[in-house]
């Protein structure tokens, strides 16, 4: 057996160790509890635990925790060691069922949204019994949900489950109108493919705003960036490739799928692609791999930057999220299959989603809003933020052909009566990829393009999930029962067709002339996340999230109050960090090198020559009109911030910080750009970008 394949999986308490190390009967009664959705029995959680508790010491852990995913977006975890006083003065290593299944971490300065004062500090974690346990650093982490006293999610997990089993709860209604009593269960599987930047770590340490945001605040353009595509799928750099190959091994041991890796457009750009798995447990997987992409790179003396635009100019950083529906008995729902029931459950699923698109693009640009993400969407890596359904020519056609009742065209020429005919055999990869758009059709699933790089990819699936269980409610709603299935199926799938086509467009995203279309179409074009954050709450939205039991009207509304607080507290860290380098570094060095200037032109007429010293005029002259209009802008800004502390309704910051802070800080960022390109380099406080760009060599 290779090497790989016997360390796979090494540090993951999975299906293989639980078979090895619980007795048949445990191990079978807790396959039915986790498969039928039942809470652990106490006697059965003691098993697993201690079961757990010998696989890990031996392993070499001392301790335990909950791993769970707060609002912050990232991972938080509480240690606690496996020790327990016994008399003499001594220990025994113990781990109980009580543990494993509940823990009680602070919960007082995680985000809520409202949903608990400060001074209220109980809050539980809870196991997710379906995401294996696993080993990192010396650690049993056990992947929990996070709820507060009350019982409200804290996290992104627990929205993320519920959404899960509202979506396999109205699958399941739709598949067995087509006659599958064999399927027990319907899941949903993500492949989310990772993009982020290397840069030296020499280099980072002298740039205080990629220290405290994560991106450039300034930065004039190198004389080359992306333009020649030459790093683009290029031979992988020795330094990176070293990266690539102990990440890829820490990434196997936890059995986490990472299958592809290249380099990307933009220098120092680069991707890892996993092979898809259930949603949640992609989730906890792409958490991992953002963190282990951090820690090894500082391993190899880099920095990992999963900003998502961490310099103007060249490409920024997605994660584009493969979402598909599969059956236990193995059947993907979004595949069309050979046999007329095949093509008309493909299809009804397929319009499903559609549907859903069309009636929650709103929910689905919420998903990917950030104040990094806005930077990105609609540049030339990503989709516009405008919504919308990529189908290819051939997909499209047939769905035009059922619309129309008119013969296919394409492979076949019969009349295509759902449920009678057979689809032309839609062959997967038909069309090209449509890398413009946000929500492509692939094949046998849908890329979901618009989520920024350091995203949780549990807040994009919730959306997807729980707008397509809608959908798919009203549609076995009303083809359950229904005297004539095939006549009701092929009229539903008509109507659906025809009332959601809006949402389906082919072209390129990026031309002017779509966001035109787009507005004609009725679509909404959200650009900023204070334009989105508000639909939230829309009475359509809450009535869904109530409905499938994902999020109740209090939870939404903190949310909204997370998201929106999030937004003004990066943006003020931001101007922050802008306002400390003009103060501290940038006016300073402008100073000292118009002084410099002036020295010389002194200098040089103080020998009697009658010389011109143009250059050293002009730019004097250039650069003192610069640095006085930084110094205004900034003094301008600085007012604004002294502003901030009597706003006190969230939305209305917001849109302050978006309107008057930021609009103000990219003003500024012009000019200092320019003053950066007029200036002796030796005098300029920072690495430039061409020296960020190209420092792994």
Not at 4 to 30: A, C, I
Not at 377 to 406: C, D, K, M, R, Y
Not at 669 to 692: H, K, L, M, N, Q
Request: with cysteine; aromatic share 10%; glycine share 6%.
């Amino acid at each position: 057996m290779d090497t790989v394949s016997k360390y796979f999986g090494s540090e993951v308490f999975n299906d293989t160790v639980m078979r090895e190390r619980l007795p048949r009967e445990t191990y079978d009664l807790l396959q039915r509890t986790i498969k039928n959705g039942k809470h652990l029995d106490l006697g059965l959680a003691n098993a697993v635990a201690a079961a757990m508790k010998d696989w890990a010491i031996e392993k070499g852990a001392t301790h335990f925790t909950h791993w769970f995913q707060p609002m912050t977006g990232i991972t938080a975890e509480k240690h606690d060691s496996f020790i327990t006083p016994v008399d003499g003065g001594k220990v025994m290593m113990e781990f109980s069922g009580k543990e494993l299944i509940q823990g009680e971490p602070d919960a007082s300065s995680f985000p809520s949204g409202g949903l608990r004062a400060t001074f209220e500090a109980r809050g539980y974690t809870a196991w997710d019994a379906t995401s294996y346990a696993f080993i990192k650093d010396g650690t049993l982490c056990i992947p929990t949900a996070f709820c507060s006293f009350g019982g409200h999610a804290l996290d992104k997990k627990t929205p993320l489950l519920r959404s899960m089993e509202a979506l396999a709860k109205q699958s399941l209604r739709v598949v067995k109108l087509f006659g599958n009593e064999d399927v027990k269960r319907v899941y949903t599987t993500v492949g989310a493919e990772q993009e982020y930047f290397l840069i030296d770590k020499d280099v980072f340490d002298k740039r205080k705003d990629l220290i405290y945001t994560g991106r450039t605040l300034f930065g004039a353009k190198p004389p080359k960036g992306q333009e020649l595509d030459d790093h683009y799928f290029g031979a992988i750099k020795p330094r990176v490739l070293q990266f690539m190959k102990e990440l890829d091994q820490e990434l196997w041991k936890l059995g986490i799928l990472s299958k592809t890796e290249h380099n990307e457009v933009a220098p120092a750009q680069h991707e890892l692609a996993p092979i898809f798995t259930t949603t949640n447990i992609a989730a906890d997987h792409n958490q991992l791999m953002m963190e282990l992409m951090q820690k090894i790179a500082k391993k190899h003396h880099m920095v990992c930057l999963l900003h998502e635009k961490p310099f103007a100019g060249v490409n920024g950083s997605g994660k584009h999220n493969n979402w598909s529906l599969s059956t236990d008995t193995g059947i993907n729902l979004l595949n069309p299959g050979d046999t007329p029931a095949e093509n008309a459950q493909f299809l009804l699923f397929l319009c499903a989603v559609i549907k859903a698109v069309d009636e929650y693009q709103d929910l689905i640009r919420i998903s990917v809003a950030s104040a990094g993400n806005d930077h990105r969407l609609g540049a030339n890596e990503a989709p516009p933020a405008i919504v919308s359904i990529f189908l290819g020519t051939e997909l499209t056609e047939i769905l035009q052909s059922i619309e129309q009742e008119n013969p296919y065209d394409g492979k076949e020429k019969e009349l295509l009566r759902i449920g009678v005919h057979t689809l032309p055999r839609f062959a997967k990869d038909t069309t090209d990829r449509n890398r413009t758009s946000p929500f492509a059709f692939t094949g046998n699933k849908f890329e979901f393009r618009m989520l920024g790089s350091s995203a949780s990819i549990s807040d994009a699936n919730v959306m997807i999930n729980t707008s397509v269980a809608e959908e798919l409610r009203q549609f076995a709603d009303r083809l359950e029962n229904v005297p004539d299935f095939e006549a009701e199926l092929h009229e539903l799938i008509k109507e659906t067709i025809s009332n959601h086509k809006r949402i389906i467009f082919n072209g390129n995203g990026y031309d002017d002339a779509w966001i035109k279309e787009a507005e004609k179409r009725g679509l909404l074009n959200l650009r900023t996340t204070p334009d989105c954050l508000p639909y939230l709450l829309h009475e359509k939205n809450v009535k869904l999230f109530e409905r499938h039991n994902v999020f109740s009207l209090e939870e939404l509304t903190a949310q909204y109050e997370v998201q929106t607080e999030n937004y003004c507290k990066i943006i003020n860290i931001e101007a922050l960090t802008l306002l400390n380098m003009l103060n501290k570094d940038i006016l300073p060095c402008a100073s000292r090198f118009v002084k410099q200037l002036s020295d010389a032109y002194i200098s040089k007429n103080a020998v009697g020559l009658a010389l011109d010293c143009t250059y050293e005029k002009e730019l004097i002259k250039k650069l003192s009109a610069m640095t006085d209009l930084i110094y205004k802008k900034k003094n301008e800004l600085e007012a604004k911030m002294k502003q901030i502390g009597g706003l006190t309704d969230t939305t209305e910051k917001a849109l302050f910080f978006r309107d008057e802070i930021f609009a103000r800080m990219t003003e500024i960022r012009t000019v200092v750009d320019e003053f950066e390109d007029r200036t002796d380099s030796s005098y300029w406080p920072y690495p430039t970008y061409g020296a960020i760009l190209f420092s792994v060599k």
